[in-house]
Every structure is written in structure tokens, then in C-alpha cells.
């Protein structure tokens, strides 16, 4: 069977190394910085209208925490859940009726456009999360390509999930047409690490099938999926579909709670994806006629504690650029977090290899991602819970094993949420420290 050509190709990278790209994302960080000293405090938008709060939170600067870099009015009452709910489920009854192929080709126009958008802004963007999440310049653009990404990878492919075509067409008596319909209103409450990618992802795929999509983005990081919301309005989105509500827990499990919310898509702790899974279960059974759309149904991305394993036989160049490059940054899902050594830790390979791995790891440079000289890829913890949650952690292991190499950043630590790396060897391998996702720059090796 001859397999069907996908235009789909990945955005080209930018090179942080070209002067010009130095330029713009100097121009956008300081373009940022000075907006952060006037701008107006960031709403909740519901329908194309924004929505004050009670809670006016003052957002600070992960690696200069003394810096308040915007406001936010969170979302923190049932009306306005209900408010975007309900518009969510009036725009998707709508969606469902008519010509399905006239309307998923309007969408498909608003999301081509809504690309095309995320790229002309990609400097501001890349400049919001620098500052909002710590998050280094390199890093930042690459993520908005990704983001770039996701919208023409569902764009290649829309049409053929949208396909009608015969269904059991061995049957003689009767003839079944499957035809596929938006299934319903959509909730994306997605991390801080990955702010705008990881968001896309769900509002691109979601809005191409004719879904819409209440955005909740984690309360560290509401300012860069702003950027999608107006990405996605300005391209010509109608208002209902697209809803954005920054706000705490309450809000996202009122959200997953609501009758009218037809799927959930979560990135996020284990602890808080099994919740979710639990109470949208549960309030579904306790009165299942009172859900229009039917049962719920939730896709949860959780974390993980990620290994690599080594032989002796390895090439140690690569080994260790492979353990680096794995574990640091360190705030991400796919981040290493054990290393697990293959032989007798005696063994002369692994003797070398420890040591040339704590040089590589001492190698490394933190500060602010915003220094237009260095533009350091490693930076703060996105808060003061992180912060006291690893050095805490590393102190429980310390009670267990003195760590081969720590590495403090005083000076730095005075400015923003910063922790060294801390590397352990001996950490009993069934252990909590190592079943538990760390999301910081401690590593475990094991032989």
C-alpha cells in the first residue's frame, strides 16, 4: 500500500550565533523589560472579553526574584468556568452543524495564519519566557519553532482524519458511512516548563478537529501561552473557541469537574494527573445523566525518572556528552535523572569516566538567561518551592552518602532561585530519591 506524502517539515533553526538573531533578541528582552515597568496587569479572557479577579498576583523573575516582571487577575470563581464552559459548548454545537468540510477549511486557514503569527512574534515570546521562566534564549527559540511545528504537522494531516469512508463495507444489506464530528469542549491545563509548546500541541490539534479549548496554563508561566491565545485571536479564531484562564489547582479541577468539558489533557506530577483521573471519574459516576457529552475522557502526560545506562565499552567522549546533554538543563520531563554504570565500579574505565564526567558537569555556566554576553542556557529554579524542595532533597541523601561533586553558586543564589548540580554515588537504587522525579540538577549513579 503506497503510503501518502506529508508536506510536514520542521521550522528552520534559528542560530543564536548569527549577529542579527543577537540583535532582535536583544531588542525583544529589553523591549520586555521596560514593558514590565508599565504594562497593565494580564486578564483572564473568556468569549474575547477579559475578567478581573480578587486574585491580582504579582509575577517575579525565577533568577532575579526581586524583579516583579508583570501582574496577573487568576481566574478564582465557578462563574467564570461556567462562563467559558458554556461558550465552549455553544461554539462546538455549532462546529458539529453544516458542512463540516467548509468549516474545518476556515480552521485550517486560522491555524496556518496563527503559525505564521507565532513566528513573526517568536522574539517576544522567546523574550517572555526567558524572563517569566528562567528558561535560556536558545532553548526559548526553540521551543516557539516547536510550536511553529505543531501547527503544520496537524495542518498535513487534518484532512485525512476528517476522511469519510465506507465502514464494514462487507456487509450487503446495509451500507455505514463513517463520518467524524468534533467531539467536544477541551481543557488543556499544561506546565510551566514547556509553556508554550506544550500547549500548542493540545490548542492546535483541538482546534483543527472543531473543539474548543479553555487554556489553563500553570500559575508560574501564564504570560508566555498568552501568546497563543492572541496568536490564535488575532488569525481569526472565533472568541468561544479559544478561552484563556491563568489560575491556580481550584480552577484547573473545577474545570475538569465541569459537565460540559468533554476532554482533559494534563502535563504535569503523577500526583496531580492520578487526582484528576480520580475526580473526573468520580463525578461522572455520582450523576452520569448530568454530563451531556458522556464520560470524560483524559490523556495524562506525568513525570518520570529517566535512566541511562553505560557499559564500559562505550565511547567515553560521547558518554559523557550524552549524560550532560541529558541531564542539564535540568527542569524537564525527559531530563536524566539516573545513571546506571554496567561492571565494577573499580574497573579503569569507570574510574576515568567519573572523573572526566565531574570536570564536564564543573564546565558548566549559570546566570541569567537574559546576559546578552553569555546568554546562559543554565539558570534559576522556577521558584522558591522548588529551590527548598531539591535542597532538601539533597540534604536527605547527604544523611545517606556524601555527593562526589557539589557545585554552589553563592553570589547567584542571593539574586534567584539557584541550585548547583549535585551528583551522588551509592544512593540505594530502590530508594524514594530515585523513584521520585526530581525536576533539579541532582544525579544518581548506580552500579
Not at 228 to 236: D, E, T
Request: charged share 25%.
Amino acid at each position: 500500500m503506497k503510503e501518502k506524502e506529508v508536506w510536514f517539515r520542521n521550522h528552520p533553526k534559528v542560530d543564536l550565533g548569527d549577529p542579527l538573531v543577537q540583535k532582535k533578541m536583544d531588542e525583544a528582552l529589553l523591549k520586555f523589560q521596560k514593558n514590565a515597568l508599565v504594562a497593565k496587569p494580564v486578564c483572564s479572557i473568556i468569549g474575547g472579553k477579559e475578567y478581573t479577579s480578587e486574585k491580582l498576583v504579582s509575577l517575579c523573575d525565577p533568577a532575579r526574584w526581586n524583579k516583579t516582571i508583570a501582574r496577573v487577575y487568576m481566574a478564582d470563581n465557578q462563574k467564570m468556568v461556567d462562563r467559558a464552559c458554556a461558550l465552549a459548548y455553544e461554539a462546538w454545537q455549532e462546529e458539529i452543524e453544516g458542512d463540516q468540510s467548509k468549516k474545518l477549511e476556515k480552521r485550517k486557514i486560522v491555524a496556518e495564519r496563527a503559525g505564521k503569527i507565532l513566528e513573526e512574534d517568536m522574539f517576544d515570546i522567546a523574550a517572555t519566557m526567558v524572563c517569566e521562566v528562567a528558561k535560556g534564549q536558545a532553548s526559548a527559540l526553540g521551543e516557539d519553532e516547536e510550536t511553529i511545528d505543531f501547527a503544520n504537522l496537524y495542518l498535513s494531516g487534518i484532512d485525512e482524519v476528517f476522511e469519510s469512508h465506507l465502514y464494514q463495507p462487507f456487509l450487503r444489506a446495509e451500507s455505514n458511512r463513517l463520518i467524524k464530528v468534533p467531539k467536544g469542549p477541551v481543557v488543556a491545563i499544561k506546565p510551566w516548563n514547556l509553556p508554550l509548546s506544550l500547549m500548542a500541541d493540545v490548542v492546535f490539534a483541538a482546534y483543527l478537529a472543531g473543539c474548543p479549548v479553555i487554556m489553563k496554563p500553570a500559575e508560574q508561566s501564564p504570560l508566555t501561552a498568552w501568546w497563543l491565545w492572541h496568536a490564535m485571536i488575532k488569525a481569526g479564531a472565533d472568541p468561544r473557541m479559544i478561552s484563556y484562564l491563568p489560575g491556580y489547582g481550584d480552577i484547573g479541577e473545577a474545570l475538569v469537574r465541569h459537565p460540559l468539558v468533554k476532554y482533559i489533557s494534563f502535563t504535569g506530577s503523577v500526583e496531580v494527573g492520578a487526582l484528576i483521573n480520580k475526580v473526573a471519574g468520580d463525578v461522572y459516576a455520582e450523576n452520569p445523566y448530568a454530563f451531556p457529552l458522556g464520560k470524560k475522557e483524559i490523556e495524562l502526560e506525568t513525570g518520570g525518572s529517566n535512566p541511562m545506562i553505560i557499559t564500559p565499552y562505550a565511547n567515553m567522549d560521547e558518554a559523557i556528552q550524552g549524560v550532560r546533554d541529558s541531564k542539564f538543563p535540568p527542569q524537564k520531563c525527559s531530563a536524566l535523572q539516573r545513571l546506571i554504570c554496567v561492571g565494577d565500579k573499580n574497573h579503569p574505565f569507570w574510574k576515568n569516566f567519573l572523573s572526566r564526567l565531574c570536570d564536564a558537569i564543573q564546565s558548566l555556566e549559570h546566570g541569567h538567561p537574559a546576559d546578552s554576553y553569555k546568554r546562559y542556557e543554565l539558570s534559576a529554579l522556577i521558584n522558591k518551592e522548588a529551590r527548598n524542595r531539591v535542597k532538601n532533597t539533597i540534604e536527605e541523601c547527604r544523611k545517606i552518602k556524601e555527593p562526589i561533586l557539589e557545585i554552589k553558586l553563592p553570589e547567584l543564589e542571593k539574586e534567584g532561585y539557584y541550585v548547583g548540580p549535585v551528583v551522588f554515588e551509592g544512593i540505594p537504587f530502590d530508594s524514594k530519591f530515585q523513584k521520585e522525579e526530581i525536576f533539579g540538577p541532582v544525579l544518581y549513579i548506580n552500579f
